[in-house]
């Protein structure tokens, strides 16, 4: 009974461990989707990845608004997205960008964002929140929020004399976005008018108007191609730029090698659930090895009735398959009333859904490997029956 | 398959050595028995004469180190040892001393057992009583006297007594040629002994079997056809002496 119980609770965790590591990595690919090409400064791919879309670590430079906007109307190209970043507000980043943003942007399966409630930013004070935002800050409509310069949560130059107001609140979409505050890049710049050296360059701030808040920098860009076929030759055009050093990516391949950085996790824990199954599969061993002799009797009466060693052999192992495939059951049963019962959580507090689908063929794979293995261990103790069976004959001698 | 021989000697054993290790002393030395169909056989003999021993090799379970074993009609030197097990599964019905049951299963399972190895025997059973089911419970119930016994519980409530009957009716059932009871009721109280042999006679005569019975108590050895000794057989003890 232990010992269906250890197997299941290892088969449980194994396979918990994969379906972990599969969504992860399918939510992790599906955080930015339907976009060609990221630009920004030259620097690492990377990071260039992680600051523009996981909102992680900083630019190390930023791209003229002017090269921007000459990209932008490059032939082939469809649409642009500018992102600027830079300001936080109580941790979480604020990102300067356009309206297209709103409609073109998509993540998962080409799903474009949705408002819960409000609308998109209008005016230059205007701030769309993303749902996680909102939950953890407990911001509604007509909110006012106070944006710091930097990006540390302990906040030390505040933009206090500019407050912006939340317009609209994002849907959960289980990417960054949920954690970013929207501001126009106008408000971005308007934040930092009277901030900068720039006031005597430009009016008080009544006049602020998004005509003249267009700014001389950005952080980079996301770009969309009418054709997939363009995007080499564009990358090519953008990383060849001539007027200042930019890089451009694939999102796609950039998220793989992302995620091949961080596989060495996933890979120990992998490890760690193969070792626990292991852990699982001695301790079978040892118990049945350690009930052996107290079946002597009972080989002995098999044999005389006429049972070969082969049935022998076979009983046990099949004794010890079968307990595994109770172990698997019961495992399996654990690991789907645990999805279940921790979905919501870890959705919650992680982003992460996982779905309780079948399990999949490298699952499959796992516990026909671990029936394997049983069939293996299986043998350990038929053997053993066999040699001491020879030694009993069909009588015991206590 | 592999054809029995006609004539009615079941068991013979000439010049058998055996020895349990290949470096211990042996057993069993030059030991010869003849056992003829029908015969009722008493083989007795002291603790650790060497006839348990004796009862592995007719069984195919040891094989000798010298001489010959013939047994139903097989040269068991000649067989492969899983042609062996079949020989004993088919022609043969054994009795311990003790713990002759296995835990597990329940009574009847635990009597139906040997069907399970030998197709022989599974069919010399339906043709008795229609189902295998049906011959453990007529064998069952007559080894019980009383009916009344619900044959599907574990063997675990069972008195010794009823142990020994239920294996008994494993040994009987579908018409073995030979049983071989290895003291069936040493570990039996006076009246549970007497009526366990009076019950094993009348089935064994019953049904036509062959008996090799086993025991160093004499107190039995009246109803045999013939009585042996262990010292008679086996060469053994003058070899020590
Ligand atoms: N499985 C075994 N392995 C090794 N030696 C054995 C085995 N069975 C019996 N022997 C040895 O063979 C000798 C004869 O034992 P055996 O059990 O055949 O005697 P027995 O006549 O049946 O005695 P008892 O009346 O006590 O049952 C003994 O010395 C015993 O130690
Ligand atoms: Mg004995």
Known sequence: MLTIFSIAMSVALLLGVEKVRVNAQSSFANTISGTDLIVGARSGSIQLLLYSVFRIGDATNNISFQSYQDIA??????????????????GFRVMGTSRDYFSVYQYGEQRTLEFASGKQFEGVFDAVIGSEVANVLNYAIGDQVIVSHGTGSASFTQHKDKPFVISGILKHTGTP????????????????VNWQGAVKKRKASKALTEANLQPESITAFLVGLDSKIASFKMQRYINEYK????????????????????????????????????????????????????????????????????HIMGLLITETV?????????????????????????????????????????????????????????LVPAYRAYKNSLADGMSIRS | MIKPASKPT????????????????????SAHLRVEEHEHVFLRGASGSGKSTLLNIIGGIVTPQQGQVNIVGHDFCQLTELQRDKVRANHIGFIFQ??????????????????????????????????????????????????????????????????????????????????IADEPTSSLDYDAREAFMTLLFDEIKLSGSTLLYVSHDPTH??????????SVINQHHELEL
């Open chain 2, 10 to 29: 079941l068991i013979d054993l000439e010049g058998v050595d055996f020895a349990w290790h290949a470096k211990a002393k042996p057993t069993i030395k």
């Open chain 1, 73 to 90: 109307q490059q032939k082939g190209v469809k649409w642009t997205i500018p992102i600027s970043l830079g300001d936080s507000h109580r």
């Open chain 2, 221 to 230: 050895q009246h109803l045999f056809d013939s009585v042996v000794d262990m």
């Open chain 1, 322 to 378: 079968l307990l595994t495939i109770a172990g698997i059951l019961l495992g399996l049963a654990l690991l789907y009333s645990g999805i279940w019962l921790a979905q919501p959580i870890i959705e919650k507090n992680y982003g992460l859904f996982i779905p309780i689908t079948a399990p999949n063929i490298r699952e499959l794979g796992m516990v026909c490997v671990l029936l394997t293995a049983s069939f293996i261990v299986g």
């Open chain 1, 243 to 310: 007027s200042e050093p930019l890089l451009a990516i694939f999102p796609g391949i950039a998220l793989h090698e992302l995620w091949n950085l961080m596989s060495v996790a996933e890979k120990a824990l992998l490890i760690i659930s193969m070792f626990v199954v292991l852990a699982a599969l001695t301790g079978m061993l040892a118990v049945s090895l350690a009930g052996l002799n107290e079946r002597r009797r009972e080989v002995a009466i098999l044999r005389s009735v006429g049972a070969s060693h082969w």
């Open chain 2, 98 to 179: 003790q713990f002759n049951l296995i835990p597990y299963l329940s009574i009847l399972e635990n009597v139906t057992l040997p069907c399970r190895f030998s197709k022989l025997r599974r069919d010399n059973a339906i043709k008795r009583s229609g189902s295998v089911i049906e011959e453990a419970i007529y064998l069952l119930s007559r080894l019980y006297a009383k009916g009344k016994f619900s044959f599907d519980r574990t063997t675990s409530e069972l008195s010794v007594g009823q142990q020994q009957r239920v294996a008994a009716a494993r040994a009987l059932i579908g018409q073995p040629q030979l049983i």
């Open chain 1, 177 to 192: 976005v949920d954690r970013t505050l929207h501001v126009s890049l106008a408000g971005i710049e308007a934040m930092h």
